[in-house]
């Protein structure tokens, strides 16, 4: 994931950096370090011993490289095949070779092609031990979409069909993870007088925008219904979808103080999290001196609590949303600036 620093400075006792991201739903990862590993997904574990594999994951966009992970220590692997489909429906095969290897050991598959499943894994080896994880990065990932239902329909009969499906939303990308830093007294050339500790317990946000700046604080004011329909027509959605910024962020009634200044009866949903009910929060902010109608007038304020159980069952310190274009089969993107106000 490529970063790029756009300002460190004091603002209203509190230090805000600021990053560039685009938030788009490309997972291929960088490199097989153990960095790269920690936004991961395993696709399924194979036993050398027995040449049993057992699926655990399929991704819902293809990827060009993948990992191994040396669960169980192995004795070497010959003959090693994985094979799998692709995005597009087709079928590839990969053939690495898994040298003798510690636990811990990652090692990359760099002959995948826009891979999104894992149908089967074996080797020649009867005589080889040791257990080994698939694995791909997926920091920018999105759900797998399952097929609904299959039937073969006959003229003539009349069938009940029932169905549960999930669908996933083009409109929001997902962000959560853990913040860490200091505050400090710096002059233009970065020189600290004075530095002070600071960790997520102490509290924060971590503030998402378009704009390559956030306006002046005693101008960020809250949003409301009205602001949520402009939200749609901001980023040319349809209205009145059942994922829309209304039904998203539901309550009306939150609040946050971002440097000082308490916002009261915002937008903004307590339905994140995965622990206990509201553990990740979030609203949504405006530039007080705009109706609201433009992307660059709205602020995602995720607000930082320390240590909770993110959605996946990691402990993290933020999860918020973000709003993209409704055109990811076009591959649009959004540019966001994040922010973090340290309390």
């Given at each position: ?88 429906g ?11 290897s ?6 990359t ?9 894992i149908?089967?894994?074996?080797d ?46 083009a ?24 530095t002070w ?35 749609e ?67 995602f ?43």
């Open positions: 994931m490529k970063m790029r620093i756009i300002g460190i400075g004091i603002v209203a006792v509190a230090l805000i950096l600021a990053i560039s991201m685009t938030a788009s739903a490309n997972p291929d990862p960088v490199g097989a370090t153990t960095s790269v590993q920690n936004n991961n997904v395993s696709l399924g574990a194979y036993s050398i011993a027995s040449d049993t594999y057992t699926h655990s994951n399929a991704l819902g966009e293809g990827v060009n490289a993948i990992y191994i992970n040396v669960t169980t220590a192995t004795t070497g692997i010959t003959g090693l095949t994985i094979d799998y489909t692709k995005e597009d087709s079928t590839g095969t990969a053939t690495p070779n898994i040298p003798i510690a636990i811990g050991t990652w090692i598959v760099d002959t995948v092609t826009d891979l999104v499943n149908t089967s894994v074996s020649d080896n009867v005589s080889g031990v040791g257990v080994i994880d698939i694995v791909a990065n997926v920091s920018r990932q999105k759900m797998h979409q399952v097929v609904g239902g299959t039937d073969s329909a006959k003229g003539g009969f009349v069938t009940e069909i029932d169905f549960a499906a999930v669908a996933v939303t409109k929001w990308q997902g962000y959560y993870g853990n913040v860490s830093g200091s505050i400090a007294l710096k002059d233009s050339q970065g020189n600290a007088m004075f500790d600071w960790n997520a317990a102490d509290g924060g946000e971590v503030i998402a925008t378009t704009n390559t700046s956030i306006p002046p604080w005693a101008l960020v004011n809250l949003t409301n219904a009205t602001d949520m329909t402009a939200m027509t901001a980023w040319s959605w349809d209205a009145n979808t059942s994922d829309g910024p209304l039904i998203t962020f539901e309550n009306s009634t939150d609040d946050v103080t971002i440097a000082g200044v308490l916002v009261n009866n915002t937008n903004g949903t307590s339905r994140l999290g995965a622990g206990t009910a509201g553990d990740f929060t979030e609203v949504v902010l405006k530039n007080g001196a705009s109706a609201g109608a433009a992307k660059n007038d709205f602020l304020v995720g607000i930082i609590n320390a240590s909770k159980e993110a959605f996946d069952g990691t402990i993290k310190d933020f999860e918020m949303l973000v709003a993209t274009p409704d055109t990811v089969a076009a591959g649009d993107t959004e540019t966001y600036y994040f922010y973090v106000e340290m309390t």
